[in-house]
């Protein structure tokens, strides 16, 4: 099996039960009498952000299920997302989405315990008898997404405006700052033949052929996704682990 089409697939499994995921991530749905939530909504983000100082944005390119669901809206979609001043707007989201999170924190009393199987209502049964409320937020998500795709282009989403994956940049950056060992691209300039392929088949926009000729193959944006990798027909990238710094 080609690693597109086993992404792909993990993608879509991954959009299917995005329902089960929202109640995990969304500070929304956090709420009295909520201990179990909040604690399992700070656990969430905490393992996302310490993975991500090892392994980048790779949860963007493989598991997310609102990048499965671009990448399914994206189909037939040839616009793409590009370098613009709305790179920074994740950053402010992120903000927005933590403070979020602690006046509900706060506001929810102290945590007792941890359930992971919380929901809206009790546990996993309760969950199912209110399936129409996280339905609704999907169907909300989904058109939201289908909005900023034809109007900013494939996964322009994750580019802009993902909170989760200005979370993992910041995790990637302190990987990077304390010379860790990560996951990125490997670029041998011996066997580039400047054919474009690259920057052609990234779904974020990035500019695939010059980031890797100017300084390495670093880009915030990367998701690990590998989609420039199979293009390149002459094997002058590749993913792998390199120290940081």
Do not use: H
């Not at 656990?43 to 609102?66: E, H, M, Q, T």
């Not at 613009?84 to 992120?94: E, G, T």
């Not at 929810?108 to 129409?132: K, T």
């Amino acid at each position: 099996m080609k690693r597109e089409t086993l992404r792909r697939i993990i993608l879509t499994i991954s959009a299917i039960i995005v329902p089960l995921l929202i109640i995990f991530s969304a500070p929304v749905l956090v709420r009295t009498p909520a201990a179990d939530a909040i604690a399992v909504c700070t656990i969430f983000f905490a393992v996302l952000f310490i993975s991500s100082v090892f392994i980048g944005r790779l949860w963007c390119g493989w598991i997310c299920p609102c990048g499965g669901m671009q990448d399914i809206i994206g189909i037939g979609f040839k616009k793409k997302p590009k370098k613009s001043r709305l790179d920074a707007a994740k950053f402010i989201i992120l903000f927005l989405w933590l403070g979020a999170i602690v006046y509900l924190s706060v506001n929810a009393g102290a945590i007792a315990g941890i359930n992971p199987y919380y929901s809206p209502d009790y546990g996993i049964g309760g969950l199912i008898s209110v399936m129409i409320y996280p339905a609704l937020i999907v169907l909300i998500v989904i058109a939201g997404l289908s909005v900023i795709t034809a109007i900013f282009g494939s996964r322009s989403f994750c580019r802009y405006f993902c909170p989760i994956g200005a979370l993992l940049i910041l995790g990637r950056n302190f990987g990077r700052m304390n010379a860790l060992t990560q996951i990125d691209l490997i670029y041998d300039s011996k066997k580039c033949n400047d054919c474009g392929g690259c920057t052609q088949s990234c779904p974020m926009g990035i500019n695939v052929s010059k980031t890797a000729k100017s300084n390495g193959t670093y880009y915030e944006n990367c998701i690990i996704c590998g989609a420039c990798c199979d293009k390149c027909e002459f094997g002058a990238l590749k993913l792998g682990f390199r120290k940081g710094g």
